[in-house]
Each structure stands twice: as C-alpha cells, then as structure tokens.
C-alpha cells in the first residue's frame, strides 16, 4: 500500500514538474520597451528585429501582426514628425523673440510647426496603443497549459 502511494505521489511530482517547464516553454514572453527612435521588441528578454516579432505575432493570427506593423509604422512617423516640429517651434521661439523687439514675424510658420508637433504627439501615442492592443490580442490567444486545483485533486487546464 505505501509503494503505491510513494508511486503516485513521485508521480504526480514528475507530471508536475513536466508540465510547468513544458508550459514556460510554450508560453514565450513578447514584449515592447520605448527606444531612442520608438520601440524596441524583445522575445524571453532578447532583443530582436521587427520581422522576427511580427513572424511570431503571426503564428496566432496574421491580424495580430498587421496591426502591430501599422503601429509601429504610424509610431515611428509619429517620431519624426514631432522631432520635425519640435525643431521648427524652436526656430519660432527665435521669430517670436524678433517680434518681441519690434521685428516683423512669421505666424503661419509658427502654427505649422506646432500643427506638426502635436500631430506627431497624436500619431506616437495612437501606434503605442496599437502595438500594445497587438501584444494583448496575442497573449490572450495564446495556447497555454496550467496544473490547477479540481474539486476531485489536481486538475490539467488547457487554456486557448
């Protein structure tokens, strides 16, 4: 009786432990941290490049992976065009001291460039919030595997 109860025990130990090294295997950490010009992607802490992730994306759902190309594209114009625009206020922060000493100014150009500095603001942050919407929809259909409490012992969940 207690070579039984060793047997299921030790056995339930290596089904477990199997189980949990299987499912951190299959369950791969996608991630997105802000760079220098946009977002970097990491898979399991490594940096790597856009097409790898958005291969990865894929193999869920091609939809995962167009969204996020769509916002990294729409975030790295949204760089640019800030960085334009926030160099051209600089220029009419010059244009505005001219005025201020009794010089003529250029108006048009000073609401042009703070146009383009808060179009490139909108665009950043709506391509962030598209490639986290990206990465939420893949870790949500992501195929993962958990050992959980059943009302009869241990249960085996398959979650996808």
């Known amino acids: 009786m207690q070579t039984v109860i060793k047997k299921s025990v030790l056995f ?10 299987r499912a951190q295997k299959l369950s791969e950490d996608l991630n997105i941290k802000p760079g220098t010009w946009g977002y970097n992607c990491y898979i399991d802490s490594k940096q790597v490049s856009l097409d790898d992730f958005v ?3 894929n193999s ?12 990294k594209k729409l975030n790295m114009a949204g760089t640019i065009i800030s960085c ?32 383009a500095l808060a179009v490139g603001i909108i665009l950043y942050y709506v391509g962030a919030s598209k490639m ?3 990465l939420t929809m893949y870790k949500n ?6 050992i959980s409490p059943a009302q009869t012992g ?3 969940c398959f979650n996808f």
């Open 132 to 134: 986290k919407k990206a």
């Open 154 to 156: 241990i249960g085996l």
């Open 84 to 115: 334009v625009g926030a160099c051209f206020v600089g220029y009419d922060l010059y244009d505005l001291s001219t005025r201020l000493c009794g010089g003529k100014g250029n108006t048009t150009f000073l609401i042009g460039s703070g146009g």
């Open 12 to 21: 339930s130990l290596f089904l477990i432990s199997v189980c949990t090294v």
């Open 141 to 146: 259909n992501a195929v993962s595997f958990s």
């Open 55 to 57: 291969a990865k994306l």
């Open 60 to 71: 869920i759902n091609a939809e995962v992976g167009s969204m996020f190309k769509t916002g």
